[in-house]
């Protein structure tokens, strides 16, 4: 099964910027992707997702406009970049994977098969 490594997590000011990075353990482009977050107690939450093909994306209301997801299926790896972030950016992040042929993105983290471990992006006011 496919391993999902993020990184790119860090500590950041209000308004700056951050990109994270995943990197599948093999050929994930059959597959939607996509990042989730979890908040210090608060339920994991969708981000934002992309089709296999990269075609498609979606994103949550809350990040729409300052994230863009992106994906390079030549190098298996998903990336968000993260603009003007604020302070209730501040969470865990999952990068997800559906299993394969499973093409386009869903915002229910049930429909994701593969997780990684998170990285952590902490914003400072």
């Known amino acids: 099964q496919v391993q999902l490594i993020e990184s790119g997590g860090g500590l950041v000011q209000d308004g700056g910027s951050l990109r994270l990075s995943c990197a599948a353990s093999?050929?994930?482009?059959?597959?939607?992707m996509g990042w989730f977050r979890q908040a210090p107690g608060k339920e994991r939450e969708f981000v934002a997702a992309?089709?296999?093909?990269?075609?498609?994306?979606l994103y949550a209301d809350s990040v729409k406009g300052r994230f863009t997801i992106s994906r390079d299926n030549a190098k298996n790896m998903l990336y968000v970049q993260m603009n003007n972030l604020n302070t209730e950016d501040t969470a865990v992040y999952y990068c997800?994977?559906?299993?394969?042929?499973?093409?386009?993105?869903?915002?229910?983290?049930?429909?994701?098969?593969?997780w990684g471990r998170g990285t952590q992006v902490t914003v400072s006011s």
């Open positions: 992309i089709s296999g093909t990269g075609a498609m994306a």
């Open positions: 093999e050929r994930t482009s059959t597959r939607a």
């Open positions: 997800t994977a559906m299993r394969p042929n499973s093409a386009l993105p869903r915002r229910e983290g049930t429909a994701y098969d593969y």
